[in-house]
């Protein structure tokens, strides 16, 4: 599975943008997806995390009702649309995938990332 990320950018506080993940390779075993940051110096966050159907969301609490994750599996894309920017959310975003494998009764988890995508949110 190979995950490329676009979208991000440079923004203005009080801003939009929206990340896009392309999902590409054994698509059809993807289970969860999310969307993590990291700001230079900190560590890597979760943002959003999403069901393999989309029916499901859970947001960090510092961006619950301003950014939203959806995903079209019939394109094998994830969305993460950001509104109401803080400079204080700049950062490298990065996609992540789960991929669950089962072998001989063994099951096995993958673990994917996207290279990131710097969003970044001037005052």
């Known amino acids: 599975v190979q995950l490329v990320e676009s979208g991000g950018g440079l923004v203005q506080a009080g801003g939009s943008l929206r990340l896009s993940c392309a999902a590409s390779g054994s698509t059809f075993s993807i289970n969860a997806m999310g969307w993590y940051r990291q700001a230079p110096g900190k560590q890597r966050e979760l943002v959003a995390a999403?069901?393999?159907?989309?029916?499901?969301?859970n947001y960090a609490d510092s961006v619950k009702g301003r950014f939203t994750s959806s995903r079209d599996n019939a394109n094998n894309t994830m969305y993460l649309q950001m509104n109401s920017l803080k400079p204080e959310e700049t950062a490298v975003y990065y996609c992540k995938a789960d991929r669950w494998t089962v072998s001989f009764g063994r099951l096995t988890k993958y673990i994917y990332w996207g290279q990131g995508a710097q969003v970044t949110v001037s005052s």
């Open positions: 999403i069901t393999s159907g989309g029916s499901s969301t």
